[in-house]
């Protein structure tokens, strides 16, 4: 009898589920398992069925995470938090306290000069302007006590009375509040900020609009081998404004803001279909990714890149078109639409 | 309030509720593990959604050890849920290589590198079955799903989906089963 028309335990469909599922004992387990050392139809029925079992397990899970964690909103939403409910209390209670010490709400138009409107935490309240050189946090100007000069001024809610030398404390309090204002004051903008993002005719045609926020991009990676750029060369070997950032759970802070990064990487079988037949050796095909939560980069490659390797990767932005992906000892190059990567004016 | 209803429940009893498939008693367990897990993962690197992650995770394990019949007790529940809340954590921030120092020599690790193949293809593998579990009509799945993940008998399938008895459900599990591998077959 031949191996094809051979009877095999595989072909019992119970047995093979419950083999896999391990709804047997000891030793029959060791007697099927030996019988697939000599038949490799019968082991490739088992793994078939394993990853039957394991695909099929795993929409279990996922769908039964899902309920627990509707379950879970379902019950947030009609209990009690008293901790959260003390938490807001104190809130209110701070930000009132602020607002009365603060005097937002009185209803006087604030009398200020040379100061711009978004500046309404650090500016002058009432009265008249502040000299600007009271407001720069690291000068040596602004740790001088000063004297009003016989004016009555009022910064960040520090009253002072005609002719009252402003005390330290006083002074700390408007270099805080100032250096806050300029931290949230700093002009970041990007080529891809949200006001090109609303224009979509500027898109460049490559470029595909899949939600109001978020670009794709799909390109072919060229793998430039080392040492055409070696890692450790990266400082000499790119141009002059290209940044060499890190990459996992960091920020990128040239080009695209403090926007962050994410590498990926999934095996061609799970590219679309129209995307698959166009592989290329030496190219990993890679869809790029942009959208309020950052940039994306999913490399479609069966030459698996340890997660090691994908966490400690450096993204460089060479110029105003390429991206330089260093991953583990794999260096990619991507051309990307003009205007993609670099600033905006 | 919630811990004393636990302390009155009781492991035993837990189990129990889990072997009849009662899942509200995963929300009861959610909420008497939460702060402990919450301690851990915000103390290693964490945030408090990766905390809810992993204890609804190790919730799932315990669900799914305690149906399949292979949940050994050894310690208490709370024990058991830290643990795997634990594992599964330290596993994912190996995965992320935050404890895996940046300069390391790829080479040096080929046997992680295999190890990460493997857990890729499955991961694929497994994601197009799900993909092509959706698919094959709601009856199907729901039979696959009670056979595979629930771990229910023939007998206990056939009460559920309305079939005569369990022969009607085991041909019907064999036609479903089918089903599944042509659609998988048209995806791939």
């Known amino acids: 009898m031949s ?7 595989t072909d019992d469909e119970d047995l093979l589920a419950r083999f896999v599922l391990g709804r047997l004992d000891a030793a029959e387990i060791s007697a099927l398992q030996q019988h697939l050392i000599d038949c490799p139809r019968c082991a490739e029925a088992v793994r078939a069925e394993q990853l039957l079992a394991a695909g099929i397990k795993r929409a279990g899970r996922e769908e039964m995470k899902e309920r627990l964690a509707t379950r879970l909103g379902q019950q947030r939403s009609y209990h009690f938090n008293w901790y959260q409910a003390v938490g807001i209390a104190a809130t209110i209670v701070l930000l009132v306290t602020i607002a009365v010490r603060n005097d937002w709400f009185s209803s006087m138009e ?9 500046d309404s935490m650090a500016r002058p309240t009432r009265e008249t302007p502040v000299p600007h050189d009271a407001y720069l946090p690291a000068s040596k ?7 009003s000069g016989g004016e009555s001024k009022t910064m960040a809610g520090a009253e002072a009375k005609p002719g009252k030398e402003l005390k330290k404390s006083e002074l700390d309090e408007i270099r805080v509040v100032v250096q806050e204002k300029e931290k949230r004051a700093e002009p970041v903008t990007m080529a891809l900020g949200k006001g090109e993002r609303s ?7 490559a470029l595909m609009s899949v939600a109001t926020d978020v670009r794709e991009l799909w390109t072919d990676g060229t793998v430039i ?24 759970e960091k920020t990128l802070k040239a080009g695209f803001d403090t926007t962050s990064v994410s590498v990926t990487q999934r095996l061609v079988s799970a590219l679309p279909a129209a995307r698959r037949i166009s592989q290329k050796p030496d190219r990993v095909q890679t869809l790029l990714r942009q959208g309020p939560n950052g940039v994306s980069l999913t490399l479609y490659s069966d030459t698996i890149v340890s997660p090691q390797d994908l966490s400690g990767s450096l993204l460089e932005i060479a110029g105003e078109d390429s991206l330089v992906l260093h991953v ?3 260096v990619i190059g991507y051309k990307t639409p003009r205007g993609w990567l670099s600033r905006s004016k | 309030m919630r811990a004393s209803l636990l302390k009155m429940t009781g492991d035993a009893e837990i189990l129990d509720r889990i072997r009849s498939g009662d899942e509200e008693v995963l929300v009861v367990l959610y ?6 897990v919450l301690n851990l993962v915000s103390k290693n690197s ?3 959604a990766d905390a809810e992650d992993m204890l609804q995770e190790s919730l799932i394990v315990l669900w799914e050890r305690v149906r399949s019949g292979s949940f050994e007790q050894n310690a208490r529940l709370s024990t058991f849920l830290y643990a795997t809340a634990r594992n599964l954590w330290f596993g994912r921030l190996r995965r992320m290589a935050r404890e895996t120092p940046r300069d390391i020599d790829p080479e040096e690790h080929t046997d992680t590198a295999r190890s990460a193949l493997e857990e890729l293809i499955q991961s694929e593998e497994a994601e197009l079955v799900r993909d092509a579990l959706g698919r094959i009509g709601d009856q199907c799945r729901k039979l696959l799903l009670l056979y595979y993940w629930e771990e229910l008998s023939m007998e206990e399938i056939a009460g559920k989906l309305g079939f005569a008895n369990a022969e009607t459900a085991k041909a019907k599990k064999y036609q479903c089963k089918k089903a599944l591998e042509k659609a998988l077959s048209a995806t791939t």
């Open chain 1, 3 to 9: 191996d094809e028309t051979r009877k095999h335990w």
């Open chain 1, 199 to 205: 224009q979509p005719e500027k898109m460049q045609p």
């Open chain 1, 328 to 330: 583990g000892r794999k």
């Open chain 2, 31 to 36: 909420h008497a593990n939460r702060k402990p």
């Open chain 1, 141 to 147: 100007e602004a740790q001088k006590p000063r004297a």
């Open chain 1, 225 to 248: 081998h080392p040492p055409v750029i070696r890692f450790a060369d990266q400082a000499a070997n790119v141009p002059a404004d290209a940044k060499a950032l890190s990459i996992v």
């Open chain 2, 46 to 48: 964490g945030t408090h």
């Open chain 1, 110 to 118: 604030p009398q200020y000069a040379g100061r711009e409107k978004s």
